[in-house]
């Protein structure tokens, strides 16, 4: 079964970690987002899902629903929260508490193997507002629209698996 409507509103999926490159160059080409935005995708607040190529093979990334192995959202910027899930993988200094399941759990080891991980992103972008109040308040519009995003794919996911993906379940028994 392909990825559900989980991803409808999602880019491309891009490797999330490359030895050779840097981390702040987060592969910004990989990212090809449907509709355009004003500014840089990574910097948005948005959604973003984590997926594991069990095969370890590029050219075969047809993800299913059961390779989500996380779903997770920022009003901070997507680049710097997905930097912060790669850190807490390769520091073991827990600013991510998705990636810090990976370290703690014995059955989720198997995710540390970096060079397997995938994400795709939903960027939400804001209206530019020129009065300093209709700025505030398009900022917490956009605040409940990301993370109403974000529960719109849990429902999605769990209609789908019957649970939430792996590390985002804090105490699932596997």
């Not at 991980?117 to 939903?122: A, E, F, M, Q």
């Given at each position: 079964m392909a990825v559900s409507k989980i991803v409808d509103n999602f880019s491309d999926w891009a490797k999330l970690y490359c030895e050779n490159s840097k981390r702040e160059n987060l592969q910004k080409e990989f990212f090809k987002v449907g509709k355009k935005l004003k500014n840089d995708p990574l910097g948005c607040r948005g959604v973003y899902?984590?997926?594991y190529n069990k095969n370890g093979k590029e050219n075969q990334l047809n993800f299913s629903d059961k390779d989500i192995i996380y779903i997770g959202m920022t009003n901070s910027g997507l680049k710097k929260r997905l930097n912060q899930f790669i850190s807490t993988l390769i520091t073991e200094n827990i600013t991510?508490?998705?990636?810090?399941?990976?370290?703690?759990?014995k059955e989720y080891k198997v995710y540390n193997n970096r060079k397997n991980?995938?994400?795709?992103?939903?960027p939400i972008s804001e209206d530019e507002k020129t009065n300093e109040d209709e700025q505030y308040l398009e900022s917490l519009r956009i605040k409940g629209k990301v993370a109403k995003a974000e529960y719109d794919c849990f429902i999605e996911y769990a209609r789908i698996k019957k649970n939430l993906p792996d590390l985002n379940s804090k105490d699932r028994k596997k």
């Open positions: 899902i984590i997926a991510h508490s998705g990636a810090s399941r990976i370290l703690k759990k991980l995938y994400v795709s992103i939903w």
